[in-house]
Nanobody, 127 residues
Framework: QVRLVESGGGLVQPGGSLKLSCTVS????????IGWFRQAPGKEREEISC????????NYAESVKGRFTVWKDNDKDTMFLQMNSLKFEDTGVYYC????????????????????WGQGTQVTVSS
């Protein structure tokens, strides 16, 4: 059974940092592209990063580039999202998701390419 479970969300002040985790089961983490998404209040869900399979690179949305870093530990079946220099507009529910394509690469940022999602973790940036 495929599962993705996010953790690590919380309340943080502007300029602060937070690290999220996405622990997966039921599939081999390195075999599929994995994305991080967020949904801010009243807004559509957006892709903020996508990491290609088999040690491939990570693409970042312009809104987080230079502040957020993604990496994975295949031995622990876990993806990580390090968020630094957090801003008010980073507030939202953060999700990780797995793409359909075995050994795939990130490309069009089409959310229809993702077949399994975590339940999300809340990140609130507030003073």
């Amino acid at each position: 059974q495929v599962r993705l479970v996010e953790s690590g969300g919380g309340l943080v002040q502007p300029g602060g940092s937070l690290k999220l985790s996405c622990t997966v089961s039921g599939f081999t983490l390195d075999y599929y592209p994995i994305g991080w998404f967020r949904q801010a209040p009243g807004k559509e869900r957006e892709e903020i990063s996508c990491t290609s399979s088999r040690g491939g690179s990570t693409n970042y949305a312009e809104s987080v580039k230079g502040r957020f870093t993604v990496w994975k530990d295949n031995d622990k079946d876990t993806m990580f999202l390090q968020m630094n220099s957090l801003k008010f507009e980073d507030t939202g529910v953060y999700y990780c998701a797995k793409q359909y394509g075995l050994f795939g690469k990130c490309g069009s940022s089409n959310q229809n390419e993702y077949d399994f999602w975590g339940q999300g973790t809340q990140v609130t940036v507030s003073s």
